[in-house]
């Protein structure tokens, strides 16, 4: 969207050379299936349409506030309710953002390892509050048990911690924040030794078709009960939240930015007719983390055999 200028300095003269910015800047979170789909955009528009677009990784609310700002251009999968104050504040309210209709169903919970789970007769989501419990979770000997509530930077992981709070199993388990790939690792080293494992998982993803995990019950979702805020709208936003209920189902949407309406109308069209199955948006995740597929050939190669749906897309 602009040339850099040749710069002459005396004799000297120094050329940048005519570098243009990409048409799109699609935002990459840090979750295996958003980079799937963010390269699979890629593809699809550069190869259709004709434009350069460029993948810039940001945590959700930096792509969200560049979507406003023009820096960025799309962020391939929101999850609601889990980002649903980002979505009031730039779709809702300044309506600098669009939200693709099509969202695809997910599913968010507390998950253990099967065989820890059987052994010791571990059902609900009460049961972390055993301290006997709890201590089978402890994997670095301190003599305390270790959740994994989320990657730093999710807005689910805020959310968990206010389900610990709300639970009570704060008081009894270590509350561990870090990345997903390190944390499903974990899941992997701690089934093939027979150690115990608990943390957050969700679908759609590949962790159910590798693992042999199951879901911890809790009481049914009850939204006069979920009372949830967000750091970015509330410095004592834990004090405040309580949500000792189960997640509502959540679903997957594709924001982007308004402003494509008019600058790119073509790129816009398709954004809001793209849609993706929690199935597919499953098996994307199994072929970069489990079969270590590189995500741009990936993307090549999905856009290859899902033509009749990209082409669906580019319809109007």
Known sequence: ?????????????????????????????????????????????????????????????????????????????????????????????????????????????????????????????DDLTN????????SNGDGRGEIWIGAPGWASTNVEKVRAKSYGYDQTLDLVEIDETVAYANLSNAIEAGDAWVGFCYTPHYVFALHDVVVLEEPAHDASKWMVIQPTDDPEWLSKSD????????????????????????????????????????????????????PLAYAEEWVAANEDKVLGWLSN
């Open 1 to 125: 969207m602009g040339k850099f200028n040749t710069i002459a300095t005396g004799s000297a003269m120094l050329f940048a050379g005519p570098v243009l910015a990409a048409d799109v800047v699609i935002g990459v979170p840090n979750w295996p299936s958003v980079n799937a789909t963010a390269h699979i955009l890629k593809v699809a528009i550069e190869q259709n349409l004709g434009l350069e677009v460029e993948l810039q990784n940001g945590t959700n609310p930096i792509v969200f506030e560049a979507m406003d700002s023009g820096a960025m251009h799309v962020h391939p999968e929101v999850w609601l309710p889990n980002q649903q104050n980002l979505h009031d504040t730039f779709v809702r309210d300044k309506g600098t953002v669009v939200m693709n209709p099509n969202g695809a169903e997910a599913f968010q919970g507390m998950c253990v390892d099967q065989a820890t789970a059987d052994a010791n007769g571990i059902v609900s989501i």
């Open 131 to 138: 301290p006997d419990i709890a201590n089978l979770f402890d």
């Open 243 to 294: 949500a000792a209920v189960a997640w509502d189902s959540a679903y997957l949407h594709l924001h982007y930015a308004k402003e494509l309406e008019t600058s790119h109308p073509e790129v816009a069209s398709m954004l809001a007719n793209m849609a993706l199955t929690a199935d597919e948006v499953s098996a994307m995740t199994f072929a970069l983390v489990i079969d270590g597929k590189e």
